[in-house]
C-alpha cells in the first residue's frame, strides 16, 4: 500500500504540554479526520508534519521523503489550509495569483480564476474586506491550484455557513476522486468527518485516544440508554463510557453486535462523532 | 523567490500615497533650502520595509510562508533583495529629482555633492536595515521595535557620554579615513559585509524559528 503520510512516535514538550507518541498512516486517495478538543494537539501535529516546528522524537514521510531530510521536494506535492495564517489582508486575489504562480512549479492560474469564479469572490477587492467565509473559500482555493497530492486542512470549514461548507466538502470529495489524492483534516465540525472521512484519529491533551476507518467507528460503536437497575445489570468491562443523568444512564458500548447477543433486551441507538467526542472525554470511566 | 518580492513591492502599493506625499514635501524643503531631497531615501524605504513586517507578522503571513516550497530560505532572502530593489528605486527618483531642482533654480548641477548624499542616505539605511533584519527575525516586528528602541536610546546616551568626556577632535583623522573616493570604496565593502553577515545571521535564527 501506498502512503501520502507516515507518522511514527511524535513528540514534542512544551512547557505546558506534550504530544505524546503520535502514530499513524494515510494511505493515498484516503481522507484522515483529525478531532479532539481545542488544545489536544491537533495543531501541533499538523505544524509539526508541515515542519513548521522541531521534533522532539519521532519521523514524518510525505510521500515516502522523510520531511526533515528533504522537505521541500514534498512541499510541492502539498497544499495547506491553516487556521487564522494566510497573505496578509492588503492583497487581493488577484495578487495573490501573480505571487503564487512564481512560488510553485504547477500553480495553474486558469483553476485558481475557475476557483475564485465558483466561490464568487471578488478578484480585485482587498482580503481584509472580505467576510471570514469568503476568506476560507479564497484559502482553499489557494490551496488547490497548485494540484496538489496531499492537501492539509485545519479546519477547513470553519466559518463557514451550511451551504458553503457543502460547497467545499463536495469540493473535498472531488478532490479525492482524483489519482492518488489524499487529505488529512481536522476539525471540530464532526458532521463533515462522517460525510467524508476514510480514517479518524481521535487526539486529546496530546495523546491519541482512538484511530479507526470511520465507518468501524459508526458501526461498531453505539449507546445503550437504560435505568439504574438495567445499568448494574451490565457488565462493567462492556461500558467503555458512561454518564448519568436525571432519568437513566447513557452507556457508550464498544461492539454492539456482540452487545447484543449478550443483552438482546437492550435498544442500541446509533452514535454519531460528536457523540464519541463526548463520551471519551465527558464520560466517566465505572471503577 | 520572485513570488516572495512580488508579494512585498505589491504590499507596498498601500503606502504608495502616504510616500507620495513625503516626496513632494522632501522637493519643497529642498527646493526652499531647508533639507536635502537625499534625507527622502532613509527615512521612507526603513518605513515602507517595516511596514511589510507589519503586515507579515498581523495575518501570521510568515507562518504560512514555511508551508511553502523553499518558504524559510525565501522569506528572508527576498526581504534583503527587496530592500536593494527598494533602495536603488528610489535613489534613481531621488537623483533624478535632484537634478530637476538644481536646473529649476538654475544652478549647475553639482552630480559629486547629489552622489555623496544619496550614497550617505543608502548607507544609513542599509546600516538601520542591517541591523534590524536579524532582531525582526528572530523576535518578530513588535518585540524588535522594542529592542530596537532601547538599542538607539543606548547609542545616543552613550554618544552623549563619549563626547562629553572624550575629547572628539582626537578621532578627526578617522574620518580623514573615509574621505575621497577610497573612503567610497571602504564604506562599499563594509556595507557589503554588513548586509552579508546579517543575512547570515537572519537565516540562523529563522532556520530554528518554530512557529
Known amino acids: 500500500m501506498k502512503y501520502a503520510l507516515e507518522v511514527k512516535g511524535l513528540g514534542k ?4 504540554f506534550e504530544l505524546k507518541d503520535i502514530h499513524f498512516s494515510l494511505p493515498t486517495g484516503m481522507i484522515l ?25 519521532g519521523h514524518i514521510k ?20 491553516l487556521d487564522d495564517m494566510f497573505f496578509p489582508e492588503i492583497l487581493t486575489p488577484k495578487d495573490i495569483n501573480v505571487i503564487m504562480k512564481d512560488i510553485y512549479q504547477n500553480w495553474d ?39 496538489p497530492k496531499l492537501l492539509i486542512l485545519d479546519e477547513p ?39 467524508i472521512a476514510d480514517y479518524i484519529i481521535f487526539i486529546n491533551e496530546g495523546t491519541m485516544l482512538l484511530s479507526k476507518t470511520c465507518d468501524a467507528l459508526l458501526e461498531e460503536y453505539g449507546i445503550v440508554k437504560c435505568k439504574e437497575k438495567e445499568f448494574k445489570q451490565i457488565d462493567k468491562k462492556d461500558k467503555v463510557r458512561f454518564r448519568k443523568n436525571r432519568y437513566e444512564y ?26 464519541l467526542m463526548i463520551f471519551m472525554l465527558k464520560g466517566e470511566v465505572e471503577k | 523567490m520572485k513570488g516572495f518580492i512580488k508579494k512585498d513591492i505589491l504590499m507596498m502599493r498601500s503606502n504608495l500615497k502616504i510616500l507620495l506625499v513625503l516626496f513632494v514635501l522632501y522637493i519643497v524643503m529642498d527646493f526652499q533650502g531647508n533639507s536635502s531631497l537625499s534625507f527622502f531615501l532613509p527615512v521612507c524605504s526603513v518605513v515602507s520595509m517595516l511596514s511589510t513586517f507589519s503586515y507579515d507578522d498581523y495575518n501570521h503571513w510568515t507562518s504560512y510562508a514555511v508551508t511553502l516550497p523553499n518558504g524559510r530560505r ?41 552622489f555623496e548624499n544619496l550614497f550617505g542616505s543608502i548607507v544609513g539605511a542599509l546600516f538601520v536595515l542591517d541591523f534590524m533584519y536579524p532582531m525582526i527575525f528572530k523576535m518578530g516586528i513588535e518585540k524588535a521595535r522594542i529592542a530596537i528602541f532601547v538599542g538607539v536610546f543606548s547609542i545616543i546616551i552613550l554618544g ?13 583623522f578617522l574620518f580623514s579615513f573615509f574621505h575621497g573616493y577610497g573612503g567610497i570604496l571602504i564604506f562599499i565593502i563594509m556595507m557589503i559585509f554588513l548586509s552579508f553577515l546579517s543575512y547570515q545571521i537572519s537565516m540562523l535564527f529563522y532556520r530554528k524559528k518554530e512557529f
Not at chain 1, 510521500?63 to 506535492?77: P, S, V
Not at chain 1, 483534516?185 to 462522517?194: A, F
Not at chain 2, 522569506?75 to 536646473?103: A, R
Request: charged share 25%; proline share 1%.
Open chain 1, 62 to 81: 510525505i510521500f515516502g521523503c522523510d520531511i526533515k531530510k528533504e522537505t521541500e521536494l514534498a512541499k510541492e506535492e502539498i497544499g495547506v489550509v
Open chain 2, 74 to 114: 525565501n522569506v528572508v532572502k527576498s526581504k534583503y533583495i527587496t530592500t536593494f530593489i527598494l533602495l536603488f528605486l528610489m535613489s534613481l527618483c531621488v537623483g533624478v529629482f535632484s537634478s530637476i531642482i538644481y536646473v529649476t533654480k538654475h544652478y549647475a548641477i553639482n552630480f559629486s555633492f547629489i
Open chain 1, 250 to 275: 447513557e452507556i457508550l458500548i464498544e461492539n454492539k453486535k456482540e452487545f447484543k447477543k449478550k443483552y438482546p433486551s437492550s435498544i442500541i441507538d446509533k452514535i454519531t462523532l460528536e457523540d
Open chain 1, 157 to 195: 470549514t470553519a466559518g463557514l455557513d451550511p451551504i458553503a461548507r457543502s460547497e467545499v466538502i463536495d469540493l473535498f470529495r472531488d478532490f479525492i476522486q482524483e489519482k492518488d489524492c489524499s487529505i488529512l483534516l481536522s476539525s471540530h465540525i464532526t458532521t463533515d468527518l462522517e460525510h
Open chain 1, 13 to 16: 514538550k512544551y512547557d505546558d
Open chain 1, 109 to 147: 492560474q486558469t483553476l485558481f480564476y475557475q476557483y475564485i469564479n465558483d466561490f464568487h469572490l471578488p478578484l480585485k477587492q482587498a482580503i481584509k474586506t472580505l467576510s471570514k467565509g469568503m476568506r476560507k473559500k479564497l484559502e482553499i482555493a489557494t490551496a488547490l491550484s497548485h494540484h
Open chain 2, 160 to 172: 552623549g557620554i563619549l563626547i562629553k568626556y572624550v575629547d572628539v577632535s582626537a578621532l578627526s
Open chain 1, 33 to 57: 479526520g483529525f478531532i479532539g478538543e481545542n488544545g489536544a494537539g491537533k495543531t501541533t501535529t499538523i505544524k509539526a508534519i508541515l515542519n513548521m516546528i522541531q521534533l522532539d522524537s
